[in-house]
Structures are given as C-alpha cells and as structure tokens.
Nanobody
C-alpha cells in the first residue's frame, strides 16, 4: 500500500508564493516511488476536483492546467521520495484544498483524476486578496 502525505499549505496574500510537498512511501510489488507518475489536484468549495499539474516517473514530462501554466512548477526529488508544487503569483481563485496523487500502474503522467490510484488527505491553500 502506498501512503501519500501533503504538506506546505497555508494562508498567503495575492501575489505571494507557497511550495507544497508530497511525500510518498510504501509500494506495490513491482513499483516504487521512482516508478510512479505523480499529480496535483485541487478542489475549491462547491466545485469539483480539478487537475493542476502532473509529472512522469523521470521528471522529464510535465503537464499543467491552463489556469496555472507559467505560475506553478511541479518537480520531484528522488532521494527524498518527494514531489513539489512551487506556486508563484498566487491568486484568490487558487484557494482550494490541494491533493497529491500517485499512479501505481504506470510511469506516464496523466491529467485525469481517475487515472490515479493513491491519494493524500489534502493540504489547504488560502489566498487573500
């Protein structure tokens, strides 16, 4: 079983920055963190969960939602089994509960939440205007 734990959320003013971290541990037979594609999603109150960013197993391929492109950066640190989401130029509309997710069956990054097998509990990001 894979455990996923997010951290780094908080309250920030518009225009500010935050860095979210996602630590993954455990693994299935044939898979470890180094082979998982990872993704970040978010859910604002009253809205559906939406894709934010994803990265493949090597870190060489990344995808971003149009709403965060140019402001957010996803990266991974293998020695720490951690994925980061650097968020710059934050806007009030970025306020949401941010989730980290892992794909245990493939190394390929994906945009759909239904492609992910393991989820964290989320970390709250609040951007004040």
């Amino acid at each position: 079983q894979v455990q996923v734990l997010e951290s780094g959320g908080g309250l920030v003013q518009a225009g500010g920055s935050l860095r979210l971290s996602c630590a993954a541990s455990g693994g299935t037979s044939g898979g470890t963190f180094n082979t998982y594609a990872m993704g970040w999603f978010r859910q604002a109150p009253g809205k559906e969960r939406e894709f934010v960013a994803s990265v493949n197993w090597s870190g060489g391929t990344t995808y971003y939602a149009d709403s965060v492109k140019g402001r957010f950066t996803i990266s991974r640190a293998y020695g720490k089994n951690t994925v980061y989401l650097q968020m710059n130029s934050l806007k009030p509309e970025d306020t949401a509960l941010y989730y980290c997710a892992a794909r245990g069956r493939t190394t390929v990054a994906a945009r759909s939440q239904y492609e992910y097998d393991y989820w964290g509990q989320g970390t709250q990001v609040t951007v004040s205007s």
